[in-house]
């Protein structure tokens, strides 16, 4: 027979692992090949038919989640025209928890495999049990019948499943040292399964070592909570301090408030870039937290944040949720500047989905949630938040992730934080601006966005401060991208102070090719191809220092600031620079 494990993700970056840890654990039990088609939600419903067709499978298995079912459900009722006798198996958290609804509504579907699936993917590919005696699985035999519930996996006995980097090149590879979850969180699948299994520490060293052998750009662990058991993230984390390669970034999703002194100073000696960790907030509202049975200590994760920001070595991203029982627009004000007091590197601002399987879907009608009724199930409306707050919610998050999570504005950000009441008013405002200029429905370039936020700037008190505004955006820019063509805000200078300007610069680095003071990485290259690998700009402010406010002073004379785009700071990204105070001194 056979076999084709089919997947629809939603970016070509991303791969299914759920897929590859079925064909492994089937395939080395049976011995037996079976064949994986990966998809994105961008292509076309006729070239995925046509490759399945070409597949010509017996029998088709697909992966089935809020972000492709809508794509799967159009797939389905075509499948049957072009392979009439090919066995229909779906599998996955949107079709866990309603089989028997989906099997009524589709009747082309052999049957659905229900929770984790190795064991009852590998009965069914053997083919050698009738179905009534495979557990996990809810199929049509003359009406619908579900069998007994599957027992949970023994996570140590998985295959590994990358023993082909081949096939993963540019994409990300999802690794798993656990399952299951000890928080029972109201909107989340994992608070299903209470009980944490571990990979054995001994065969999760040695996979990470393959990884770290191999050079991989990015492990990405989807253990929902890693550090529930101290010892076994110790373990790993202790591991990949010992045997870091220099290259690899690894990922975690941790509960912060739950990590002890010993943890926090084991991550303080980590590479910086070796690991990013994101914490999942999702409010700072006592009520909403034991309403959604949460227990975080706001204060321990607080001072947790802050260590872990103090090594400048660990990319932090904190999670919000919008649309949380108990949580109303000014109590998402409230949560919002609290988690964007904390500087993470990332502040991602979701919304709430009710997802099938989860408490908060048995509670929607109490809390008078309405929301989408096709994936991704997304919160429109709450008993406390209208929809016409969650449009201004929405708006305010896709100006944190243009202005914020960027990271190419950080120093403008700080700068305009000053002149508003508070974080959320600042990006509320900006979110206003856009709404005025039409820039929601045509989004400018991401060139063009500091054109913009200098003009957003000249409608705040920051116009008083015009020259400072200019540079500093103006740095922002510099430090990211080597830009030749100088956009309209960035400072200008009439045509002599432009000549004596080159004549500056040219003497500079032909003098830095002779002596090598500054650059001493460019020794290949003469003085010419250094100034186009590198930028050099004037200021008359010190928009290079922390804390510059709207009524710093310009300096008394102006300095020039060396780009040098050879050498980044690995968490921002940031261009090194070296301010040279005298430059400007004759100017």
């Known amino acids: 027979m056979k076999i084709l494990l089919t997947a629809i993700n939603a970016k070509y ?39 399945l067709y070409r597949h010509s499978p017996d029998m088709i298995a697909i992966s089935c989640y809020i972000w492709n079912w809508d794509m799967v459900s159009l797939l389905l009722p075509e499948i049957p025209k072009i392979l009439p006798n090919a066995q229909i198996w779906l599998g996955g958290p949107e079709v866990t928890y309603d089989a028997e609804k989906i099997l009524t509504k589709f009747p082309m579907v052999t049957g659905i495999m229900i929770g984790e699936g190795e064991e009852t993917f590998k009965e069914l590919a053997d083919g050698i049990k009738p179905l009534r005696d495979i557990k996990g699985i809810v199929y049509r035999q003359g009406g619908i019948v579900r069998t007994d519930e599957r027992e949970l996996t023994d996570l140590s006995k998985l295959p590994f499943l990358y023993h082909n980097l081949e096939q993963f090149e540019n994409r990300i590879i999802y690794y798993e040292s656990s399952r299951g979850c000890p928080y029972r969180c109201s909107y989340c699948l994992s608070s299903i399964d209470k009980k944490v299994r571990l990979r054995s520490l001994d065969i999760v060293k040695q996979e990470l070592q393959f990884f770290l052998d191999h050079r991989v750009k990015q492990v990405k662990f989807v253990d929902r909570t890693f550090n529930c058991n101290h010892e076994h993230a110790m373990g790993i984390w202790q591991y990949l301090l010992g045997h870091d390669n220099g290259v690899t970034n690894f990922h975690f999703e941790i509960e912060a408030d739950i990590i002890s002194e010993e943890e926090l100073q084991l991550l303080s000696q980590m590479r910086p870039g070796l690991m990013q960790m994101e914490i999942g907030v999702q409010t700072a509202n006592p009520d909403t937290l034991r309403e959604i049975r949460r227990s975080t200590n706001m204060d321990r994760l607080r001072y947790v944040v802050e260590r872990i920001r103090q090594g400048h070595n660990i990319h932090v991203h904190l999670d919000l949720i919008a649309g949380l029982p108990y949580e109303d627009y000014e109590s998402f004000r409230y949560s919002f500047n609290a988690v964007y007091a904390m500087k993470p590197e990332q502040l991602q601002l979701g919304f709430l989905k009710v997802l099938k399987g989860a408490y908060m879907h048995e509670m929607a009608s109490a809390y008078e949630i309405q929301y989408l009724n096709t994936p991704p199930y997304e919160v429109l409306s709450t008993k406390w938040l209208p929809y016409d707050k969650v449009l201004l919610l929405k708006e305010v998050e896709e100006m944190v992730e243009t202005y914020y999570n960027s990271s190419q504005f950080d120093h403008t950000m700080r700068l305009l934080e000053q002149v508003f009441p508070d974080a959320f008013s600042l990006y509320l405002s900006l979110a206003q601006f856009y709404r005025e200029k039409g820039y929601f429905t045509q989004m400018p370039a991401r060139s063009y966005r500091y054109q913009v936020l200098f003009e957003f700037g000249m409608t705040t008190s920051l116009s008083g401060t015009e020259a400072l505004w200019r540079e500093v955006l103006t740095y922002d820019l510099y430090l990211r991208e080597n830009v030749k063509s100088r956009p309209d805000f960035t400072p200008q200078m009439n045509e002599e102070e432009k000549e004596w300007y080159k004549k500056r610069v040219r003497a500079f680095y032909e003098k830095e090719e002779a002596e090598r003071t500054c650059l001493a990485d460019y020794a290949a290259y003469d003085s010419r191809q250094m100034s186009k690998m590198t930028h050099m700009e004037s200021y008359r402010y010190p928009v290079w220092q922390e804390g510059i406010t709207p009524q710093t002073g310009a300096l008394e004379n102006a300095a020039a600031v060396l780009f040098d785009y050879q050498i980044r700071d690995p968490l921002t990204y940031e261009a090194r620079t070296i301010v040279l105070h005298d430059f400007m001194k004759e100017m």
Do not use: K, Q, V
């Open 13 to 51: 970056i991303h791969s299914n692992p759920a897929l590859y840890s079925l064909r492994a654990y089937a395939g080395e039990m049976l011995g037996r090949e079976i064949r994986i088609a990966e998809y994105t939600i961008n292509h076309r419903r006729e070239d995925i038919l046509a490759d």
